[in-house]
């Protein structure tokens, strides 16, 4: 069985630009959550998507949003990029239980 | 206000000997907690979790404390391998709007020294 695919690996962008980060959740699974890494904050929690439905939000400012489409793949979006921004982010899919999230291998964005 | 703390941000035990990696949470809210363990350049993979219902949890090598009126959970590692050498992040679910978000720890770097 597949696991959680998240592309690209790694990008870079100028101040600015926008990005979209892509996910394909486990087969089966409908629950596609997304993560922000950071050296000083650890993993926070960005949104939740079930059935293509934001459930849930994390406290990110607008420019962060994200989407997910009939077949539960998800991308996210960042407009108007900020050095602050850099980071790894990590998709997770599940079967909707809080527990055992699978987690992609991130994609590392840099922002210059 | 981080509501799971890590306060130790790296920790360095020689093979064969135990790990004590430990998680602080400050919400009573919290019934559920696990640990995910992280390598450079993978995504966290579920460890082991641990219900509020029961003061331990043992899975192999690892085995998970909680002590729910110092809201504390620590996770042992017996014996410690080269191999259990990642980021150890302690998470704690909680819903909102039928969903469920995760609320991680900054994590604890385990290096284990063969």
């Known amino acids: 069985k597949a696991g959680v695919t998240q592309t690209p690996r790694y990008l870079i962008k100028t101040r600015g630009q926008q990005v979209t980060l892509s996910c394909s959740p486990i087969?089966?699974?409908?629950?596609v959550s997304w993560y922000q890494q950071t050296p000083g904050q650890g993993l926070q929690f960005l949104f939740e998507?079930?059935?293509?439905?934001?459930?849930n939000k994390g406290n990110f400012p607008g420019r962060f949003s994200g989407r997910q489409f009939s077949n539960s793949r998800s991308e996210m979006n960042v407009s108007t990029l900020e050095l602050g921004d850099s980071a790894l982010y990590l998709c997770?899919?599940?079967?909707?239980?809080?527990?055992?999230?699978?987690f992609g291998s991130g994609t590392q964005l840099s922002v210059l | 206000d981080q509501q799971v703390k890590q306060n130790s941000p790296s920790l360095s035990v020689q093979e064969g000997r135990i790990s004590i990696l430990n998680c602080d949470y400050t919400?009573?809210?919290?019934?559920?907690f696990l640990w995910y363990k992280k390598y450079p350049a993978e995504g966290p993979t579920f460890l082991i979790s641990i219900s509020s219902i029961k003061d331990k949890n043992e899975d192999g090598r690892f085995t998970v404390f909680l002590n729910k009126s110092a809201k504390h959970l620590s996770l042992h590692i017996v014996p410690s391998q080269p191999g259990d050498s990642a980021v150890y992040f302690c998470a704690a679910p909680h819903s909102g709007a039928g969903s469920y978000q995760l609320t991680f720890g900054k994590g604890t770097k385990l290096s284990v020294i063969p």
């Open positions: 087969s089966g699974h409908r629950s």
């Open positions: 998507y079930f059935s293509e439905t934001q459930r």
């Open positions: 919400n009573s809210m919290f019934d559920y």
């Open positions: 997770a899919s599940s079967l909707g239980a809080p527990e055992k999230l699978f």
